[in-house]
Structure formats: structure tokens, C-alpha cells
């Protein structure tokens, strides 16, 4: 069967198979992601992003606020405007137009003076007729030409390149048109006008002319308008202005070279919109429209308010650098003032954990007497203290183990000591005095190495001296009951052990494990380094060896029963359910040497060392010490 490692690609979704649940899952640990990451952000960055949003926000909504507003203000201001050069443009159109039929009535009552004379000559009529019309071009303004036909089919023009339309004029429909006002002043079409010339385009009004005497029909009077003159206004920067008639043709077409007045769809869409906002070419114009009460034609203005608004930009461009310069300074002030604070932290964090790393003689040196420095004063008071409590915890534990080490001293010291003498008595009552000096020379050396010095941690070399004097001494004693064997490579020689580590282990195996047998026993001493051997180049770059020494004392006798053996290493870990091996062992006796030696190499080394019980192979049982391969007590 194949294995599926987590977090390997065998694992992962096809996102087909993702469902809602799924979905909001990955969305939800994300968000918990992000928020995660706020909270581990630094103080400094903290301090200023709050700062920053604090104060930019309501500057930007400061801004915003004024620029709508200014806005707002403008437009309507456009609005007014553009509604007054409407209203304005209206009422010069209307009067251009009331001219033109206030030319027509007044011409309709000369004509019909001049036709009533029957004695008048021809010749007169036409000096005066012409006459009359050329005088009515210079009174009313807006009128560039006027043609008069009577029905006798004389042909009058104030313009004589218009003389040519004679024909045109007369097989017209004008005629008709003009003799179904019943003598009204008419406008006449502007987009099929015969009298619309493209170097001057012009805007006509027509009138049947009757003899208010009687009745008859004297002739047909054509009065034109400069179309230039009605839409004069539209030549503004800013503004422009679109002239409708009621059929929706733009009478200001052609007036203007400007491309806006050229845009088809443009001029369709202001005939049929209403007044408002528009957007072309990519800026905003405001509408407006009128109808003109003569004629009922219409008048669609648009102003460029990009261009109106110039103040606006202005305001915008304002703020925009006010705005940034003070963004910038308050950036560089936000971080000059998040360093005064978050620096002093800074040192405070990095010295906190120099302390945490063991130094306890780092102390800060603040000048300032803020919140910073005080609580500076405070950390160097608790380092000195706790550094005055380490001292003097440390001096309470050395005592601890001259204490605890001095005891079992005291406990080897009496029966074995008692016991020896015993042996050299017997020998020297036996007469065998050299063996008696041999077992007095090997006590004396025996407690010469276990008593002479202060030293409390030995090499293993000199500790095992100590165990081959005491076997020695014990073998002369049971010489009967077993034999020993010592195995330990000289490069585990200059390693650090607790003085009398191995002497309390290889007398329980003795007493507790080969002498109630009633076989031959042994005891073998093996040493060993678990990491292999010695590299200096680790102890060149790490100031000290990384491997472990390992001494097993190894027994062949009656051994310890199972539930016992694991009772006994968790005694021997320390393990808190079984509470302080020292304190507990102070009412056993049978086991106090294996509770101190492994209480005290956790004391020296901490608690990845120690002993612990096996059973043996075959029979008997193995005792199992480590400690870490030291060669100084700097370590």
C-alpha cells in the first residue's frame, strides 16, 4: 500500500473537489493568518501604521469633503451661468427674428403706398422701392439681404449677386407657401432654403405683401438673416451653442469650423436630451435648453466644465501637494518618534535576552528617567538579584553535594572499613603477614584516593583506580564467591565523573546481587563512547565534545524482578509521581547509593545524564551510567 505523507502533493485538493465548507475553511485560516501576522508586527511599525492612519484618513476625507463640495458649488455655478448666456442668446435670437417681421410689416405699408399711386411712374417705384429696402437693412440689425417680387414680376434685391435666383425663386413652392399665410410673416425651411449660400449662410423670412387698401395682392417679400449674427455668442472657449428648428435641424451647423459643431451624433443627441451632465471626448460639459417664443425653435447650450473649473484643478492640485508634504513629514516624524520608543525597547529586548541566555552581569545604561529608563532600573535591580540568589543557590548545592557525598563517604567508611581490618586480623593470627600488608597497603590506597582532596568531580581514570583498590580489597574478602573484570578505553580517561560514582553501584551488585547466590559470580566493569570517536575539529568549533560516556556495571547474579526494575528507574529519573529522590530515600537504605549517584550526576549535568537499570542477558543485572564526555570543569 502506497503511504500518503502529509503535506506531500498526494495530499492536496483538486480544487473541482472543494465544497462550500471547504472554501470558507481556507478563507477563514487565511483571515486568522492575517491577523496573526498584525499581532507579530513590530511596536515600531505598529506605532506608526496607527499614526498614519489616524491622521492621513481624515485628511483624505478632509479633502474629498472639500472637493465635493467645491464641486458641487461649481456646477451649480456652471448651471446659472450657462442658463444666463441661454436666456441671453434667446432674447438676442428673438429679437434678430422680431426684426425681421417688424422689416416686413413696416415694408408691407410702404409698398402699399407706392402701388396706390397709379400716377407714380415705373421708374420712381423702383428707385424708391430699392431705396426702401436698402434703408431697412441699415435699421434693423441681423437682416444682411432682402428680395422683394411684385406680381407684375419685377425683380428687387438689396444683393446683386442674388439676381441669379430670379428663376429659382419664382418656379418655388414659396409662392404658395407664402399665399396660404394670408399675409403672415412665415420662416421659412433653413435645410432646403434657395437663398442659403455655403460662403454665407443665411436664415429667411417670407411674407405674402396685400394692399391693406383693398385687398390685393402686390408681390412676395423675402427678408434674409445672418445665420453668423443669431449664433454670434457660440464662439466662446468654453461654451458652445446648437440653434434648432422645429424639425430638429441645426441651424448653427455650418456656422463654425469647430469639429464639436461637425459631430452628427453630438448634434442629434443635444436636440433630444434634456439639460444636464454630459460626457464627451473625455471631460464633463453641462447642458441647458431653451425655446424661443417667436418661432418656437430650440437653443441647446454646453459649457466645458473641465475648463470652467479651472480653480477646481487648481484646489485638487493644491491639496494634492499640501497633502503629500505633510504626509511625508508626518512619516519621517511618525518614525523618528516610533525609534525613540521602540529603540530603547529594542535594547531592552536584546539585553532581556542576554540575561535569559545566563549573563547575569549585563546591566543597561539609560540616561533619560522615562517609563524606559525606570523600567531599565528595575531589570538591572532583578538581575542583581536573582545573579546574588543564583550565587547563592549554587553555594547551597555545592554544600548539598559535599553533603550528600560526605554521607555515603561516612556510610562505606564504618563497615568497610571494619570489615578489612577484620581480614588483616584473621590473616595476622593465620601468620600470613605479607598478605596482611598487602590488604593494608591496598586500604590505605584505597582511602588515600576515596579521602584525600576536596575535589568533588574526578577524571573516570582516577575513579576507576578507586574501584580497582576497593574489588581488590573485596575479592581478598570473597575470594570464593566471584571474580572482576575491568574494560574501559583509555580515551574515556580524561572524562569528568562525580567522585565515588561507580563504588556505591559494584557494592550493590556485590552484596545485593552475587553474595545471596550460591554459584560463582563476576562483575564486569565496561566502558564506552556512544557518538564514536573523539573529532577535534567539533571541539575546536563548539568548545566542547558532544559525546557521551557510557560505563555499565554488569553483574551475573540473582537479578531484580521486572515490576521492581521499572519501579527503581523511575525512582532513579527523578520522576515527579514518586516525588525528591533524596527525600525519599531517606528511609531506604538498601538503595540509598543507586538514588544518590544518579541524584547527583543530574545535579552535575543535568537531567539528559543519569543511571538507569537493565537486566542482564542471561542472568543478573546491568547498571547503566552516562554522563556527557567532558575534559574540564569549565564545562
Given at each position: ?61 478632509l479633502a474629498s469633503l472639500m472637493l465635493i463640495f ?466 577535534e575539529s567539533d571541539l575546536e568549533k563548539t568548545g566542547e565534545l558532544p559525546q557521551k560516556v557510557v560505563i ?84
Amino acid at each position: 500500500m502506497k503511504k500518503i505523507i502529509p503535506g506531500s502533493k498526494s495530499n492536496k485538493k483538486d480544487p473541482r473537489d472543494l465544497t462550500v465548507r471547504d472554501m470558507e475553511a481556507m478563507e477563514s485560516d487565511r483571515r486568522k493568518t492575517g491577523r496573526e501576522k498584525a499581532r507579530n508586527l513590530s511596536l515600531k511599525y505598529k506605532v506608526a501604521l496607527t499614526t498614519l492612519l489616524v491622521t492621513i484618513i481624515p485628511m483624505v476625507i478632509l479633502a474629498s469633503l472639500m472637493l465635493i463640495f467645491y464641486g458641487r458649488a461649481m456646477t451649480e455655478r456652471g448651471n446659472r451661468q450657462i442658463e444666463e448666456n441661454i436666456r441671453i442668446m434667446a432674447d438676442r435670437i428673438d429679437s434678430v427674428l422680431m426684426n425681421g417681421e417688424l422689416c416686413s410689416n413696416e415694408l408691407t405699408i410702404e409698398f402699399g403706398s407706392l402701388y396706390n399711386d397709379r400716377n407714380m411712374k415705373q421708374v420712381t417705384r423702383d428707385n424708391k422701392i430699392i431705396s426702401q429696402l436698402s434703408q431697412s437693412i441699415l435699421i434693423y440689425n441681423g437682416i444682411s439681404s432682402i428680395v422683394f417680387i411684385d406680381e407684375e414680376g419685377h425683380f428687387y434685391v438689396t444683393d446683386p449677386s442674388m439676381v441669379s435666383m430670379r428663376e429659382g425663386i419664382l418656379e418655388s413652392e414659396y409662392m404658395e407657401i407664402l399665399r396660404d399665410a394670408n399675409g403672415k410673416t412665415r420662416l421659412l425651411n433653413v435645410e432646403d432654403n434657395l437663398m442659403n449660400r455655403p460662403e454665407k449662410p443665411v436664415v429667411t423670412m417670407g411674407k405674402h405683401v396685400i394692399n391693406i387698401t383693398n385687398g390685393s395682392s402686390i408681390g412676395y417679400l423675402f427678408i434674409n438673416m445672418d445665420q453668423d449674427y443669431l449664433v454670434e455668442s457660440a464662439q466662446s472657449e468654453i461654451s458652445y451653442y446648437f440653434l434648432y428648428d422645429t424639425d430638429g435641424y441645426c441651424v448653427s451647423e455650418s456656422n463654425n469650423s469647430n469639429p464639436i459643431y461637425n459631430d452628427a451624433d453630438l448634434r442629434k443627441s443635444l436636440f433630444q436630451m434634456e439639460s444636464g451632465k454630459l460626457r464627451y471626448g473625455g471631460e464633463t460639459y453641462l447642458t441647458a435648453r431653451s425655446t424661443l417664443p417667436v418661432c418656437r425653435w430650440i437653443l441647446v447650450g454646453m459649457t466645458n466644465m473641465d475648463r470652467f473649473n479651472v480653480t477646481g484643478r487648481d484646489l485638487a492640485l493644491i491639496l494634492l501637494i499640501t497633502g503629500g508634504i505633510t504626509a511625508g513629514l508626518l512619516f519621517v516624524a511618525v518614525a523618528v518618534y516610533a525609534s525613540m520608543i521602540t529603540g530603547p525597547l529594542r535594547k531592552l529586548h536584546e539585553g532581556a535576552e542576554q540575561i535569559a541566555d545566563g549573563d547575569l552581569n549585563f546591566r543597561f545604561h539609560f540616561k533619560n528617567k522615562d517609563e524606559i529608563g525606570r523600567l531599565a532600573r528595575i531589570f538591572n535591580y532583578m538581575t542583581e538579584r536573582n545573579r546574588e540568589l543564583l550565587i547563592r543557590v549554587d553555594e547551597e548545592a555545592k554544600k548539598k553535594r559535599e553533603y550528600e557525598l560526605a554521607l555515603i563517604q561516612e556510610q562505606v567508611k564504618p563497615h568497610f572499613l571494619y570489615n578489612t581490618l577484620d581480614i588483616v586480623i584473621m590473616l595476622i593470627e593465620m601468620n600470613r603477614s605479607r598478605e596482611a600488608a598487602r590488604v593494608t597497603q591496598k586500604l590505605a590506597a584505597y582511602y588515600k584516593n576515596t579521602l584525600s582532596g576536596s575535589e568533588e568531580i574526578v577524571h573516570v581514570e582516577r575513579e576507576i583506580e578507586i574501584i580497582r583498590d576497593y574489588l581488590d580489597l573485596q575479592t581478598m574478602r570473597y575470594g570464593d564467591k566471584f571474580s572482576y573484570e575491568i574494560d574501559v578505553p583509555e580515551e574515556t580517561y580524561q572524562a569528568l565523573i562525580p567522585k565515588m560514582t561507580l563504588q556505591p553501584l559494584i557494592e550493590n551488585a556485590l552484596y545485593h546481587g552475587l553474595k545471596n547466590q550460591e554459584t560463582w559470580g563476576s562483575i564486569r566493569i565496561e566502558g564506552s563512547i556512544e557518538t564514536g570517536e573523539i573529532i577535534e575539529s567539533d571541539l575546536e568549533k563548539t568548545g566542547e565534545l558532544p559525546q557521551k560516556v557510557v560505563i555499565r556495571v554488569i553483574d551475573d547474579g540473582v537479578g531484580i524482578p521486572k515490576d521492581k526494575l521499572d519501579a527503581l528507574n523511575r525512582e532513579l529519573t527523578g520522576d515527579k509521581e514518586t516525588g525528591d529522590p533524596a527525600e525519599r530515600d531517606s528511609g531506604k537504605g538498601s538503595h540509598f547509593g543507586l538514588y544518590s549517584v544518579a541524584h547527583r550526576i543530574r545535579l552535575y549535568f543535568g537531567d539528559d545524564y543519569g543511571i538507569r537499570l537493565e537486566p542482564g542477558k542471561e542472568k543478573g543485572t546491568e547498571v547503566v551510567i552516562r554522563i556527557p564526555l567532558r575534559t574540564s570543569e569549565k564545562h
